[in-house]
């Protein structure tokens, strides 16, 4: 439909207003992008006070300001709560421009006036060295979004409006981030919102018609079918186009009337009336010009209203007369002296069009989520705990352990914590949630289905970038939760953990921003346990992917049972600011350790295993593990060993924590050199069992003393659908080759041991050929258990 | 639309005929999964039968099936050309079936004959310990499609079709599937497909109405909401529904008939009559019960026509005998004895519904696309040298000249090589291409546009994913390409490139695949020049994760200039069977080697740069580099100390291939410790400034002798908005810093050279506030050159 009115919807006086103000929004991008000084053109614009290096993004910008004082408008007349989110992040000036105008700016930034000083710096600092950066970012308040990589702007917006009844996130998205596979996904959010408990994400279709140096897909289809997919995606369209700015004026305040409207409508039905079902939610369709209002035509070839707009439109500011020229006679077009006193401020008529205090989008709470963090009520997750009276002699299976203490997690905290999962929660074994919950779902219910309600805490999608950026968007705006993921398929979010990671360490600088809960992974359905799945399945390199990011903000953690995950688990969640990853299996593993003892190593990190241990003193050799089927074969290597070369020192060394196994200097939970020698030794050979691409352990150690001896066995990229041991034997890390390891790294050993070592690879040999045999591990390895001697 | 006929599409013996050949591969399936023996059930039936762990997808196993003996009676009688592409390719068991009823299996898997021992092997081998993956993957004949990690079927498909005209590409979208961001975003590939010069896709979303746990989102909005999705992502869709097998197999052969029509109408009309615009391409919406024919319940549950059929409806059947009977009941529901003779073969009768030769689909060419590969005809890259009479004095960008030789080579090679990028073509300077093609583009065209048309060789879509899928579908059947993509973003493909480098993997052990052209990635943008763009778009960590995969699949070229990088990018294309990455910079930049130089260089993979070294014997230090911008430091490095330490014995090393620094046993590229230590010494402290994430060349280089001596600097991830000196000096990869690192590390220089230490503080100092009050660099910096002595 088209947004239209028999009668203006705008009077004169606040058509004037918004215009005004869409043009000092545009004012000072432009000057943003271009100016070093003469910020109000009181003097002839000269070359000087140009930028020398002109980097920046107009195109979008205009459509990004025309919305942004629209939704002011709405923001004032209904005194909405709402929240901006900028897709196309690269309009960036647009966005401190507003801040700025709203006077958020200079209020957190207080060295920005309002005045002309302020103004010179605002311009000066954009893209500037030392400055800001160029797209929407950490830095500028009211964001909660990074604009640079594009493809997240509507799940983002979800993830805010999730148990936020009372807020509307109206999120911008860009024509070309709208061909981006997660925007494409993201449409149907709408079957997982809840009118009810839910606010109402209002998206805004920006379709300027180019993205870099191409026309976009949405822009050259048909309106018909533009419109079918927007329905089809669950939305009512509600289209708005032109290039005459007191004709789009009228027509946009219309169509965000109309949507508020409708979305009042829709929440009031769900709410007061308890109609069921799920709506359609309106939202707006913008044609206007790229690069609008910018000049017209550079150099004989048209600019506005095509992907030349792009960047900077004038590139030649500094050396060519012509340019300069119209970039004095755009700037003027805005006509600056009636939009700013003679002080510089914003002159007091034009800011009766923002709203004020914590309605000003920037100035929002929702949009610094730390300011609204409460933290989880937590149960004591040693309730939970699994009862080990002897080491590896029982088992459990971790993750459905875990389960119930998310179940009661989920109980206690029913506004502000989500689990987050593709599909696999009960796949996982965390079915105990839904003792106290369902899974989140808007769309049709028939009989049989399990557990699937409007309210659910649980959102299960088949899209890790949909599970991803929901909770991006949860716990930017103040809540918690976890995001549970086979182990190889989270690789389909690593660049959205890197965007977030750059976000975390940004705003750790900015001290406006509170800190956030982590995001936290479980990591489960690993590399080691996919007998269903083989080797599509088979990728532990997500922690070396995380492990790249900085280390204030990334902490890994290997819990190796039950009760160990327990207390990691809840360790991370009553963390802020960190991306956690957490690796745990879900099948029937050997308990190790007393919720005691588990709290113990957790907090260490890592710890040497004395129980697993022959001889206190220095050992003669050191068999380390990290990860849970690591430490299962490793224990029972050392079980081996203890039996068949009683007098061989062997220390067990189980690391949860990989961190730790960096230099102090390199991360924050690293280990000094002489905590490090202490457990590892300076020259004795560690053999390391890692869950994982084994170099990543070399990295992390390799500036301590005894790096030289250390050698490490992990996944070779070599897997297939077959039995858990014969996994590790393709890797070369089981027990057998483990013992082998020690025999062969050992001074003097192997003379001794060389009827042990041929007995290993015996045993290898016989293993496979039962695996092969009998479609199943050997029950005398896949039962092995710890007993006392 | 719903397929409706007046009379029906299939006589009766037609019907018999496809019903049969359903119940035959459905019985294969699940035999596959579920028996070690008695493969034709002539004996009764017992648990020592039945596998003793069940591994395996029923669920959308039977609709596989139906769709592929609809297919085959198309080809039959329409000797089309048709490929499978299995979305849900976990009902591997399916697409194996057919291979083997087609005769195919036997004659690439000899020791799997069409009798009863071959079936017994055929089951046996399913997810069993050495035996096939449970997955459609690459030891499956007819697919090009690992079906493991979901979203990517319809862009593979959409890869196959191009350049092939005459090829129709069947494509079965799981629901499950449809919901990942990926596929959401593949539809819109008919935007790129040209009616003329391009094959057909025929998607066929499969609503079996479930995922692991969960209904699915298609599966669950009202029919108009799916049909105006479908319509606005520019398809016609024919919807078929039912749960009465006759009935759905007439609904589903007239669908067929009307889609193939309609390909063939709109082929016509664009080929003879020559008729413009983007067609709406047929597609086909199948409603059936997931795990249909299966059992309907277990112990009292619903299973068919639920998610419970997902996996394996029955799961105690060999210690449950209801589980066994009901086992028994279900496989003799199929009527085997029907279906296949005495000797186990299928019945000469049936054979009848399956197409022959290279019509079979598990047979045809385009799914073993090396046996279609015909080498790219590819000019002389030489002769697109830059001049370069001294080294390190003129400037070149690199891209931009290799633009010039893609040019031609996309002259060469009009149908089998494309260009792949996110709408980052031009602004990574390879423009040059544009003189000899445009952007393909099928969507709406409008004056101004730049360089668009349906028949361009350059595909630029602003999504990553789209990039890559559609390569690896074109690179998959036959023919090459290059995807240019910024270096940051290139992640958003992690989880492809890994799934496509395992199916390079395991392809390489099929004999009977033959090898296809590499995935040659071409990363610039990269991460030291984002000047614009700022910490967003600055990570250089995908060579990491390239590093993970297996060392025979994998290469990292870093090019320091043009003409290395045409020398590099010549041999990447002629290469095959490997994932190769090129970084490379796009800005002007100096040249260092002639030609021949670089032809040299590039061969051996890295080598010392006599011109710039002080001395030719054993050095006092090495300083060593890989990547264009590091480079440049260490030059700059080394002039300052030939300068001012004219005593000091430097050895400047240049490394374009990283893998050649790793022992020769880990990579077939890797040095020898001879030769490494030929290069590096073996106790000198080597200086190394790299292009990315510094451990990385650590791990590679742990193993050498020297490797305690080894001093890396490369991206500590500080980035931000500003200039390109600034960005080096922020990561200490400056040259002022490496002169400091040289002091520090050299024995007995610190206290002769403390003086130049405190000026290379100093210059730092300096050149930082140059950068923050100039908005630019210190042009005495960004101007150096090497000149001779």
């Given at each position: ?239 708005v186009a032109g290039d005459d700015p007191a004709n789009v004026h009228q027509q946009l305040a219309t169509a965000f009337d109309e949507a508020f409207d409708q979305i009042a409508a829709i929440q009031r039905a769900a709410r007061l009336d308890g109609e069921p079902g799920r709506p359609l939610w309106p ?405 390391f069992a890692y869950h994982g691409y084994p170099w990543l352990i070399h990295r992390l150690a390799y500036r301590h003393a005894n790096h030289d001896q250390l050698h490490v066995r992990g996944f070779k990229e070599r897997g297939t659908t077959t039995t858990p041991f014969d996994m590790v034997m393709l ?59």
């Amino acid at each position: 439909m088209t947004a239209q009115a028999l009668t203006p919807t705008l009077s004169d006086a606040e058509l004037t207003l918004i215009d005004s103000y869409w043009r000092a929004a545009n004012y000072l991008s432009v000057g943003q992008i271009y100016l070093l000084d003469n910020p109000l053109l009181r003097e002839p614009l000269v070359a000087e006070h140009v930028k020398p290096r002109l980097l920046g993004h107009w195109g979008t910008t205009p459509g990004l300001n025309l919305i942004y004082a629209h939704l002011n408008r709405i923001i004032r007349e209904r005194d909405s709560d709402v929240i901006y989110i900028t897709g196309p992040g690269h309009g960036g000036p647009g966005l401190v421009a507003n801040a700025y105008l709203e006077g958020t700016y200079s209020e957190v930034y207080t060295g920005i006036g309002e005045d002309t000083d302020g103004l010179r710096k605002l311009f000066r600092q954009f893209s500037f060295p030392g400055g800001i950066p160029s797209h929407v970012a950490a830095e500028t308040p009211g964001s909660i979004h990074e604009g640079g990589e594009l493809g997240y702007a509507l799940v983002h917006a979800y993830g805010a409006a999730f148990d936020n009844p009372d807020l509307v996130v109206a999120c911008v998205i860009g024509d070309g981030e709208a061909e981006t596979g997660p925007l494409a996904a993201s449409w149907h959010s709408n079957k997982f919102l809840n009118p009810v408990t839910d606010g109402a994400v209002l998206p805004i279709l920006h379709l300027n018609g180019y993205k870099i140096a191409n026309p976009t897909v949405l822009a050259r289809i048909p309106a018909e079918e533009l419109d079918a997919l927007l329905y089809g995606y669950g939305y009512r369209p509600i289209t708005v186009a032109g290039d005459d700015p007191a004709n789009v004026h009228q027509q946009l305040a219309t169509a965000f009337d109309e949507a508020f409207d409708q979305i009042a409508a829709i929440q009031r039905a769900a709410r007061l009336d308890g109609e069921p079902g799920r709506p359609l939610w309106p939202m707006i369709v913008l044609r206007t010009p790229k690069g609008w209002t910018g000049p017209r035509e550079v150099d004989g070839k048209q600019v506005e209203g095509t992907w030349r707009s792009h960047q900077v439109p004038l590139s030649e500011t500094r050396t060519n007369p012509a340019h300069l020229a119209q970039l004095d006679e755009w700037l003027r077009s805005y006509r600056p002296e009636e939009l700013f006193d003679e002080t510089g401020a914003l002159r007091e008529e034009l800011r009766a069009a923002a709203p004020t205090g914590e309605r000003r989008m920037s100035a929002n709470p929702h949009a610094n989520g730390g300011l609204l963090l409460r933290d989880l009520d937590l149960p004591d997750f040693t309730d939970y705990a699994v009862t080990v009276d002897q080491p590896a002699a029982g088992t459990a299976e971790a993750t459905r352990v875990l389960g119930t203490f998310l179940r009661d997690v989920i109980n206690r905290n029913p506004d502000r914590f989500r689990l987050m999962g593709p599909d696999e929660t009960a796949s996982n074994r965390l079915a105990s949630v839904f003792e106290s919950t369902d899974r989140a779902w808007q769309a049709e219910i028939e009989p049989g289905d399990d557990h699937l309600a409007p309210d659910g805490r649980v959102m299960e999608v088949l899209s890790e970038h949909l599970c991803q950026g929901w909770l991006e968007g949860y716990l930017l705006t103040g809540r918690h939760g976890l995001f549970n993921c086979y182990e190889a398929f989270v690789h389909i979010v690593d660049s959205m953990l890197n965007q977030h990671a750059k976000w975390l360490f940004s705003s750790s600088h900015l001290p406006w921003r509170r800190p956030i809960a982590s995001l936290n992974y479980l990591l489960t359905s690993h590399v080691w346990r996919q007998d269903h799945n083989g080797a599509s399945h088979q990728d532990p390199g997500f922690i070396d992917h995380v492990a790249n990011k900085r280390p204030e903000v990334v902490r890994v953690y290997l819990p190796p049972d039950a009760n160990t995950l327990l207390s990691v688990a809840d360790h991370c969640l009553r963390s802020r600011n960190y991306v956690n990853v957490i690796v745990a299996g879900k099948q029937p593993a050997l308990n190790y350790l007393t919720m005691d003892e588990a709290i113990a190593h957790c907090t260490r990190g890592l710890g040497i295993w004395e129980w697993a241990s022959t001889g206190s003193d220095e050992p003669d050799v050191v068999l380390a593990c990290a990860g849970d089927i690591p430490t299962l074969e490793t224990l029972a290597a050392a079980d081996i060993l203890r039996h068949r070369l009683p007098d061989l020192l062997v220390r067990v060394v189980n690391v949860v924590d990989i961190m730790r196994l960096q230099p102090e200097s390199e991360h924050p939970h690293g280990m000094s050199d002489r905590e490090f020698d202490s457990v590892f030794t300076t020259d004795k050979p560690v053999i390391f069992a890692y869950h994982g691409y084994p170099w990543l352990i070399h990295r992390l150690a390799y500036r301590h003393a005894n790096h030289d001896q250390l050698h490490v066995r992990g996944f070779k990229e070599r897997g297939t659908t077959t039995t858990p041991f014969d996994m590790v034997m393709l890797n070369d890390l089981d027990r057998f080759h483990l013992v082998m390891d020690v025999i062969d790294r050992v001074d003097g050993l192997s003379s001794r041991a060389a009827g042990l070592r041929q007995e290993m690879v015996d045993a290898r040999l016989a293993a496979r050929r039962y695996t092969r045999e009998h479609g199943e591990d050997d029950p005398a390895i896949s039962g092995w258990t710890w007993e006392r001697m």
